[in-house]
């Protein structure tokens, strides 16, 4: 049983251009978080989706930064015209969906690293 | 807003010595916890978890941590550490009853944990 899924692993973008990270849960997961993480710091959470349906996107920035979970594929967690500022690891994870969230597991993929130049 | 403490950035240690790695958080409702450890060049990984009963967790790899709800801490242990448990930890936690998804966690910056040969 693979795990969560996450590419591209490193990814590189001059200030202003768009960066797309994608996470596949794992098999029979319906819910997936993303998280970032700076230099230094925890990670902090960004959004909560189940498919199709955005849950909480409390910790997104209010501009620039948007997620997706589309029916079919993976999540999308989009930055639209990068700065300095967003290069950080994002993590994402995803758990089965069953009862109450806050009971269940988050299992981890392996991040991307977002580099802004 | 609630937060999540960890004291030690850096801990070093001989193979042998005992661990205690410390874990505070600040909210008073009921939580749910948790500690991850990030090996290098891995991802995080679940070691141990807290919902309810009795507030000694034990994990994997001989790792485990105490509940002790007047003191808001959630601190890890483990008698004699090895070479191979040099990593970071994480402490989480997740809130129940706290409006939204109740989903995400809430993590504290990580403990680097050094184990010398």
């Known amino acids: 049983n693979a795990g969560v899924m996450q590419n591209p692993r490193h990814l590189v973008r001059r200030r202003g251009q768009e960066a797309r990270l994608r996470c596949s849960p794992m098999?029979?997961?319906?819910?997936v978080y993303w998280y970032r993480q700076l230099p230094e710091e925890g990670l902090k959470f960004m959004v909560y989706?189940?498919?199709?349906?955005?849950?909480?996107e409390s910790g997104m920035p209010k501009e620039r930064f948007s997620a997706e979970f589309p029916k079919e594929g993976p999540s999308i967690l989009r930055i639209q015209q990068v700065v300095r500022g967003d290069s950080a690891a994002y993590f994402c994870?995803?758990?089965?969906?069953?009862?109450?969230?806050?009971?269940?597991?988050?299992?981890f993929g392996p991040g991307t690293r977002l580099t802004v130049l | 807003a609630q937060s999540v403490s960890q004291h030690n950035h850096h801990v070093i240690l001989s193979e042998a010595a005992s661990l205690e790695l410390g874990c505070n958080y600040s909210?008073?409702?009921?939580?749910?916890l948790f500690w991850y450890v990030q090996y290098p060049g891995q991802h995080l990984q679940l070691l141990l978890k807290?919902?309810?009963?009795?507030?000694l967790v034990k994990g994997i790899k001989g790792f485990e941590a105490e509940f002790i709800k007047s003191k808001f801490s959630f601190n890890l242990r483990k008698p004699s550490v090895q070479w191979s448990d040099t990593a970071e930890y994480f402490c989480?936690?997740?809130?129940?009853?706290?409006?939204?998804?109740?989903?995400?966690?809430?993590f504290g910056k990580g403990t680097k944990l050094s184990v010398k040969p």
């Open positions: 994870a995803s758990s089965p969906g069953q009862g109450l969230s806050s009971y269940n597991e988050q299992f």
């Open positions: 098999k029979g997961h319906s819910h």
């Open positions: 989706l189940q498919k199709e349906n955005i849950i909480d």
């Open positions: 909210y008073g409702g009921t939580v749910n």
């Open positions: 807290y919902f309810s009963g009795d507030p």
């Open positions: 989480a936690v997740n809130t129940r009853g706290y409006g939204g998804s109740q989903g995400n966690l809430i």
